[in-house]
């Protein structure tokens, strides 16, 4: 099998995860790297096996036999950053989620890509974490029809980051689009439908409050979304409940039944004190005849070394190389990146008007 050459855009926290996922890939390395932050640079190409280090984007994308890129730059660069490889060198992208952040841009970047002759990828790894997959693939057959989904996020705060871009509205698009597009992605995939309505109460109550830096993202909240299908979910987002056992529930209620999945934040966050991390679950609870049941799905200690999300940057990797490859379909489009974004925006105007919001997609 040929090689795939990629080149790496942002060389931070989530771009050195990518890079050991890909690195587990057989036939798969990346080749160059670019950051503004020379230490992060140097330590990305180190971890991919002495990547060259480009001076620029410019400069990256001169380099010869590259296959794919990957965009794992702050949030208010990944427009830019599309919009000079469209014009300069169009390849096969990932890029990080979310693909915007602000409402005048959806357009924008759905026209960049109407004819783009390569797979387009936003990264959207909570879909592949091994329990929310089993959910997805059962969800509809065991409820009956799901008419209730809730997800609820009990979590650590913002990480430290370069700037602390990641504390500020204006570069994040919102905590409800920067954290939180993943979770409006994963709702409209499990129900197969399109949102018409968001509701949504949000603040900052405890966390970044007294930093040296002002910092306006929010760190609590609860939205709900009504669906065409007649459907509702619901998120519930804490970011000051990093003592919680599991990181992320998702249940999903039908007529027949509710499925649960339960998942582990990063295995490097759990006290040793406590033994063995947490391992990740699936609950089944049928109403007739009752009796629920607990399936156990262990992710691969390898997959687990290689980053923070039990294991499905490193599917999303495998499915990416096939997309790129002609093997397989992308299976998170631009579309489905754009209307994740849309979803939290709209969120995020709810919350701060006190409003619900209509969408039309």
């Given at each position: 099998?040929?090689?795939?050459r990629?080149?790496?855009i942002g060389?931070?926290?989530m771009?050195?995860e990518?890079v050991r996922?890909?690195a587990?890939l057989p ?5 160059v790297v ?10 990305a190409a180190?971890l991919?096996?002495?990547?060259r280090?480009a001076?620029?984007?410019a ?7 590259l296959?794919a890129?990957i965009?794992?730059s ?7 950053q599309l919009r000079?490889i469209?014009?300069t ?8 989620k979310?693909?915007?952040t ?5 357009n924008?970047v759905?026209?960049?890509?109407a004819d783009?002759?390569?797979p387009v ?7 592949y974490?091994?329990?929310v997959?089993?959910?997805i693939a059962q969800a509809?057959?065991?409820t009956?029809g ?5 997800i609820?996020?009990?979590r650590?705060?913002?990480l ?5 871009w ?7 698009g ?7 597009c993943?979770?409006?992605d994963l709702?409209r995939l499990?129900?197969?439908s399109?949102?018409v ?6 603040a900052q109550d405890v966390?970044?409050k ?6 306006d993202?929010?760190d609590?909240?609860?939205v709900i979304?009504d669906f ?8 519930e987002?804490?970011?000051f ?7 992320e529930e998702i249940s999903a209620v039908?007529?027949l039944a ?6 582990p934040?990063?295995g ?7 033994g ?5 679950l699936v ?7 009752k009796?629920p049941y607990?399936m156990e ?12 999300h039990?294991?499905s940057?490193?599917?999303q990797?495998?499915?990416f ?5 002609g093997?397989?379909p992308v299976?998170?489009?631009?579309a489905?990146?754009?209307?994740a ?6 969120a995020?105007e709810s919350a701060r008007?006190?409003q619900a919001v209509?969408?039309r997609?």
């Amino acid at each position: 099998m040929t090689e795939l050459r990629y080149g790496l855009i942002g060389c931070g926290m989530m771009a050195q995860e990518h890079v050991r996922n890909i690195a587990l890939l057989p036939d798969v390395r990346v080749a160059v790297v670019f950051d503004l932050v020379a230490d992060l640079a140097q330590a990305a190409a180190d971890l991919a096996g002495g990547a060259r280090i480009a001076a620029s984007l410019a400069d990256l994308l001169t380099q010869p036999g590259l296959d794919a890129l990957i965009i794992a730059s702050p949030n208010d660069c990944h427009l830019p950053q599309l919009r000079q490889i469209v014009e300069t060198r169009p390849l096969p992208i990932l890029c990080e989620k979310p693909l915007f952040t602000d409402s005048a841009d959806m357009n924008a970047v759905q026209t960049l890509f109407a004819d783009y002759p390569h797979p387009v990828w936003v990264a959207m790894e909570y879909r592949y974490m091994p329990p929310v997959a089993a959910l997805i693939a059962q969800a509809a057959a065991v409820t009956g029809g799901i008419r209730m989904l809730t997800i609820r996020e009990h979590r650590f705060p913002f990480l430290d980051k370069v700037g602390s871009w990641n504390r500020t509205n204006a570069r994040t698009g919102g905590t409800l689009v920067e954290k939180c597009c993943h979770f409006f992605d994963l709702m409209r995939l499990i129900l197969q439908s399109e949102p018409v309505r968001v509701m949504a109460s949000a603040a900052q109550d405890v966390n970044h409050k007294d930093e040296a830096q002002a910092s306006d993202v929010w760190d609590n909240a609860y939205v709900i979304v009504d669906f065409a299908s007649g459907a509702r979910a619901m998120l519930e987002l804490c970011m000051f409940a990093e003592g919680s056992r599991f990181q992320e529930e998702i249940s999903a209620v039908g007529p027949l039944a509710r499925i649960e999945a339960q998942v582990p934040g990063p295995g490097r966050f759990w006290p040793a004190a406590l033994g063995p991390a947490p391992v990740p679950l699936v609950t089944v609870s049928p109403r007739d005849p009752k009796g629920p049941y607990t399936m156990e799905l262990p992710v691969d200690p390898a997959l687990l070394d290689a980053g923070d999300h039990n294991g499905s940057t490193f599917y999303q990797h495998q499915r990416f190389a096939a997309a790129v490859r002609g093997a397989a379909p992308v299976e998170v489009t631009v579309a489905d990146g754009a209307k994740a974004v849309a979803m939290g925006l709209a969120a995020q105007e709810s919350a701060r008007t006190g409003q619900a919001v209509t969408l039309r997609f």
